[in-house]
C-alpha cells in the first residue's frame, strides 16, 4: 500500500497537480522592492523551491500575463523578454531559448504557481532569500523625475545639490537623475496678481535666469510653480471673484513664456463642508488655465494634496481631465517616515481617477530613509506611474541618491 501511494504522488506531482498538504507547511512571504505581495493563495516551499501564484507576482513586477487552459501555459512579457511556462513541465523557455527547471509549475487548488526564482530573474529582477522571505528588487527602469527647486541656505542649496557645484558654477551633477525642475519662485494673492516674493517663502531669487541657462544646457525641463494655500481664505477668494481668475490666467500666460510649463501648488482646500464648491471652482479655474497654456504650447501640472487626505477640494477625476499631469503628495500623514499603507492607498485611490501615465508620486525627503525612499519608488513602479517628484533638491543626500540610481535608468 505505501509503494502505492509513493508512485500515486509521483504521478500526480508529474501532471503538476499536489495538494496544499504535499507542500511544505513553511509560511512564506514575497516582497518586490520591499513591499509584501498580497496573494490569493499562500505561496509553498517544494523541492527547496519557492513557487507563487502567477498572476499576482506578474502584477506587482507591471508584467503582462496570458494563461492557456488548453495547453495548461503561462506566457509574460515585459519590454521584449518573453518567458513562457507550462504546467508540469521542466523546461521552460525565456526568449525562444529552453531552460530546464529545478521544479515544474504545478496547480494547487485551481491555482497556477511558478517557480519565482525563474520567473523574476528571467525579467532581469534580483532575487534573494532570507530564509523566510523571497526579496525581489526589479530591474531598473526609466522613469520622469521631477526635482522641486527652492530656496536654500549653503547646507541646503537647490542649486549644488543638482549641479554639484556652488551657485554661479555647474556641471551635470545629478542631472542624469532629474529631468524635470519645478521651480517654486511663484505665489498668487486673492485678486489674482502673481507674486514673485511671498509670506510662506516662495520668492524667485535674482539671478533666476542663470537657473534657466543652466537647465537648458543640460537638457532639463522647467515649470513655473505657483504656491499658495488657503490661508485667510486666499484661494477661495481668488477663484470666487471672474475678474480675478482673468487677471491671474493672463499673467500666468504672460509669464510663461520662460518656462516649458506651469505647476500649480494650491494646498489646504476642502477642509470645511462646503468642498464640493470648492471643488468645482478649483476645477473650473483650472480649466480656464489649462485652456489658455495648450495653445501656447504650455504644459500644466497639479501637485495635489493626496485623495486620502483631510483636504477634499480636490476632483482628481475632474482634474485629471484638465491638466498633462498630477503630483500626488502622498506624505504628511504623521508618522515619519510615511507609512507604506497610506501611501499605497492614495496612489490606489488616484489611479480610479486618472491615467496612471498622468500621475507622479510626490515623495517628502524629509520624511524619508533609504529604505522607505526604496519603497516609495517600488510604489511607483508597482502601479506604473510615470515617475515620482522630489521635495526638494538640497535635502536629498548621497545615499538617497544612490538609492535611486539603483531603482531607475539614467535620462538619454
Not at 504521478?11 to 520591499?34: N, R
Not at 505665489?187 to 534657466?212: C, F, Y
Not at 486620502?308 to 500623514?333: E, F, K
Not at 533638491?393 to 539614467?410: C, K, S
Request: hydrophobic fraction near 40%; charge should be neutral.
Amino acid at each position: 500500500m505505501k509503494k502505492y501511494i509513493a508512485v500515486l504522488a509521483l504521478l500526480l506531482m508529474g501532471l503538476g497537480f499536489l495538494s496544499p498538504g504535499t507542500a511544505a507547511a513553511q509560511e512564506i512571504g514575497v516582497l518586490v522592492d520591499g513591499l509584501p505581495v498580497t496573494f490569493e493563495s499562500s505561496p509553498v516551499l517544494l523541492n527547496g523551491r519557492v513557487l507563487v501564484p502567477f498572476r499576482a507576482i506578474a502584477e506587482s513586477l507591471q508584467v503582462e500575463v496570458k494563461w492557456d487552459p488548453i495547453s495548461r501555459k503561462v506566457t509574460a512579457s515585459q519590454e521584449g523578454r518573453i518567458v513562457e511556462l507550462r504546467i508540469g513541465d521542466r523546461t521552460a523557455w525565456k526568449n525562444g531559448r529552453p531552460v530546464f527547471l529545478d521544479q515544474a509549475p504545478i496547480i494547487i487548488e485551481g491555482r497556477t504557481l511558478i517557480p519565482a526564482r525563474f520567473f523574476a530573474e528571467s525579467l532581469d529582477c534580483r532575487v534573494d532569500w532570507d530564509g523566510h522571505n523571497v526579496l525581489i528588487t526589479s530591474p531598473r527602469q526609466k522613469m520622469t523625475v521631477v526635482g522641486f527647486y527652492a530656496l536654500g541656505d549653503s547646507r541646503t542649496s537647490s542649486w549644488t545639490n543638482l549641479f554639484a557645484k556652488p551657485y554661479p558654477g555647474f556641471e551635470a551633477g545629478n542631472t542624469d537623475i532629474i529631468g524635470n525642475l519645478a521651480l517654486g519662485w511663484y505665489s498668487v494673492d486673492a485678486q489674482g496678481n502673481l507674486l514673485t516674493s511671498s509670506t510662506t517663502g516662495w520668492r524667485r531669487p535674482d539671478g533666476w535666469e542663470r537657473v534657466l541657462e543652466a537647465a537648458d544646457t543640460l537638457g532639463l525641463q522647467c515649470e513655473m510653480v505657483i504656491h499658495v494655500t488657503e490661508k485667510n481664505n486666499t484661494i477661495t477668494r481668488l477663484m470666487a471673484s471672474e475678474a480675478a481668475v482673468d487677471s491671474f490666467v493672463s499673467a500666468v500666460l504672460a509669464e510663461s513664456q520662460y518656462y516649458h510649463g506651469v505647476n500649480l501648488d494650491f494646498e489646504g482646500l476642502g477642509l470645511g463642508t462646503d468642498y464640493l464648491a470648492e471643488r468645482q471652482m478649483f476645477t473650473a479655474l483650472v480649466s480656464r488655465l489649462y485652456s489658455a497654456l495648450r495653445p501656447a504650447g504650455k504644459t500644466l501640472t497639479l501637485t495635489l494634496h493626496p485623495p486620502n487626505s483631510s483636504y477634499r477640494g480636490y476632483d482628481y477625476s475632474a482634474l485629471g481631465g484638465v491638466a498633462d499631469r498630477i503630483i500626488v503628495m502622498a506624505y504628511d500623514y504623521g508618522p515619519r517616515p510615511e507609512p507604506d499603507h497610506m501611501v499605497i492607498q492614495a496612489v490606489e485611490m488616484a489611479v480610479r481617477e486618472v491615467p496612471k501615465d498622468k500621475l507622479m508620486l510626490g515623495i517628502s525627503l524629509p520624511s524619508e530613509n533609504a529604505e522607505s525612499l526604496a519603497k516609495r519608488i517600488g510604489i511607483a513602479k508597482r502601479y506604473g506611474l510615470d515617475g515620482m517628484a522630489l521635495w526638494r533638491l538640497g535635502l536629498v543626500g548621497d545615499q538617497q541618491w544612490q538609492v535611486i540610481r539603483e531603482a531607475i535608468l539614467p535620462r538619454s
